[in-house]
């Protein structure tokens, strides 16, 4: 019995300590598709209570809590092929300023609100590295503290590297849209659906594997980034 109890809390933990992060993380890149379009003209997201952190306002039942949940209790071989969203922030591009780059600006806000927190979580996690905020804490704990700042991390690098995949409904074919014929990103748009599928086999091949390594690439930068400056605006790093 307590064997089970322990895997129990064991359980939790790994979720509480994955799933916290993600939501909050996921809730900004929303929020920020919201905030652009409203930047851009339209107020449509913000209308609908999507201008916002709240987690209810974004949550979609099966790919922000079912999924990424079970992604942390299932095994790894199978957890791999699992992967998260939320429900998509809605425009509407007739009230746009700029009706060739307000798509594109909404479409990037996104990833970038995930690099934007990557970098920020960077910064913590050289500082935590350091032996700053936790210095009261034992080696063990400073060390869960550290290990959940380099997770936040690379969480946010991955979700920006995964929305600009160029296929649409991802951000990434929005953004392609962009640079391309009218024709060609029309017929691109019209097909959205067919495409789900396509991103969707993609994952159950194994493509999200190959989507870490950019962002390993991308955190380990972002860490190298902090510690220059904060080594030159003086902090011991």
Known sequence: ???????????????AVFFIPFLFSICVHEAAHAWAAKLCGDRTAEHMGRLTLNPV??????????????????????????FGWAKPVPFDPRNLKDKK????IIAAAG????????????????????????????????????????????????????????????DGGKILARFLP?????????????????L????????ARLLSYPASWIAGNFADFAQVVLSAIGFQV
């Open 182 to 198: 009218y024709k060609a990103a029309r017929w691109l748009e019209e097909r959205e659906t067919m495409l789900s599928m396509v």
């Open 111 to 170: 990833p970038a609100s995930n690099l934007v927190l990557a970098m920020i979580g960077a910064f913590f996690f050289v500082l935590i590295q350091s032996g700053y905020f936790v210095g009261g804490l034992e080696t063990d704990k400073a060390r869960l503290v550290a290990q959940i700042a380099a997770q936040f991390i690379g969480l946010n690098c991955m979700l920006a590297v995964l929305n600009m995949v160029p296929i649409h409904p991802l």
């Open 101 to 104: 780059n307000g798509p594109f």
């Open 57 to 82: 306002a974004h949550a979609d039942p099966i790919g922000t809590i079912v999924l990424p949940i079970a992604a942390v209790i299932l095994p790894g071989s199978v957890s791999q092929f699992i």
């Open 200 to 207: 969707l086999l993609l994952f159950l091949t194994g493509f």
């Open 1 to 15: 019995m307590m064997g089970g109890e322990q895997d129990l809390i064991g359980i939790l933990f790994k979720v």
